[in-house]
């Protein structure tokens, strides 16, 4: 028998602050369960408008609470309830893990990325570049699948940087008509100042800049176009921390095996792409230290909907997968009910047992 978790917490980040307070609150609802919603401070004009909505169907509003706070109120909604998820960063996913386990509850977590990019010698490189650009970019690169590191065979290293500068070159910013243009502004200040750190260093270690690079500022917004950098090595912040901004450092590699050791050297394992022809590619993917990998192609979660099941590896997360069947089930408890027909056993059947 499956029974699900009475009250589950959702605490949800300010990225994508709409979708991910429901990405795992509908899943909870089918399975049964009770929903309290809170949202990241950073992002909270949609909570009363959501709140109207909910209650204009009593059925919903009956079982699904939004509710603003920091985090205090998510500490006082863990504590209150059966099961907790949790999308943010590693560091407050720790706190949120902590908190769970003094409630005793189980702890669903969906963390952060430092997703890799593979091109191999075999790769097609001109879709490569839009993929990897547009996996880039992506909400100004804050999201936590964002293509953050790109590492390119030799052979193949000079035509593609070409290419995707390039294709750089084409992008534009939202502003000043919002419905124009390829990238939106940082959602908050913030965020625009750790890429810029991260930029920063990258630079004064050696890294070059090829595109991008300076953030505007227009009307209180701060965007940022795409920056391809190059000339960069892994004891650089930008190669090791997550970025969540436009950013592409490309590196060139001298091979597969170096590729793929350089892909597996992070403490996240969310998901990676591989660029290639498709055995190629497949054999490489095979040897990625990530729950989702993608071929030919950034983040295909999404299309293939209940076929693709995975976790997250390392410090991106914990608990059931987020998709397929299991995006359900991880909300529910299984209950084994045992029934014996025939006359039990006698008491005389231990004689013996404990000689």
Not at 98 to 114: S, V
Not at 311 to 337: E, M, Q, T
């Amino acid at each position: 028998q499956y029974v699900p978790y009475s009250l589950l917490a959702v605490i949800s980040p300010w990225n994508y602050p709409l979708i991910l307070s429901f990405l795992d609150a509908v899943p909870a609802l089918l399975a049964g369960c009770s929903v309290a919603i809170k949202p990241s401070e950073l992002t909270p004009r949609f909570i009363v408008p959501v709140q109207a909505a909910l209650g204009d169907v009593p059925e919903l509003d009956a079982v699904v609470s939004i509710l603003g706070g920091d985090g205090n109120t998510g500490q006082a909604l863990i504590e209150r309830s059966d099961a907790v998820v949790f999308t943010g960063s590693v560091a407050t996913g720790r706190k949120v893990a902590k908190a769970a386990a003094q409630a005793f509850i189980p702890a669903m977590l969906e963390l952060g990325g430092k997703d890799p990019a593979i091109v191999l010698e075999s790769a097609d490189l001109e879709a490569a570049a839009h993929s990897i650009m547009r996996g880039s970019i992506v909400n100004c690169g804050q999201a936590c699948f964002a293509t953050e590191r790109i590492y390119v065979e030799y052979a193949v290293y000079d035509a593609f940087v070409e290419k995707l500068c390039s294709l750089a070159g084409e992008i534009e910013i939202n502003y000043p008509d919002i419905r124009q243009g390829h990238i939106g502004p940082f959602i908050f200040s913030r965020q625009a100042e750790i890429v810029q750190n991260q930029l920063d260093d990258a630079v004064e270690k050696g890294a070059k800049v090829m595109t991008g690079g300076t953030i505007e500022n227009h009307e209180g917004g701060q965007w940022l176009r795409p920056t391809i950098i190059v000339n960069v090595d892994h004891g650089m912040q930008i190669m090791r921390e997550e970025t969540f901004g436009p950013v592409l450092p490309v590196m060139r590699v001298g091979s597969v095996d170096e590729a793929v050791s350089l892909a597996n050297d992070t403490s996240y394992g969310l998901s990676a792409a591989v660029f290639g022809a498709e055995q190629d590619a497949e054999a490489v993917a095979a040897r990625v230290d990530a729950g989702g990998i993608f071929i030919n192609d950034i983040d295909l979660v999404g299309e293939v909907g209940l076929d693709a099941e995975k976790n997250a590896f390392k410090c991106s997360g914990l608990g059931g997968s987020r998709y397929g069947p299991d995006g359900i089930l991880r909300f529910v408890r299984k209950k084994a009910i045992v029934h014996r027909h025939d006359k039990p056993d006698e008491i005389s059947s231990l004689a013996g047992i404990n000689t």
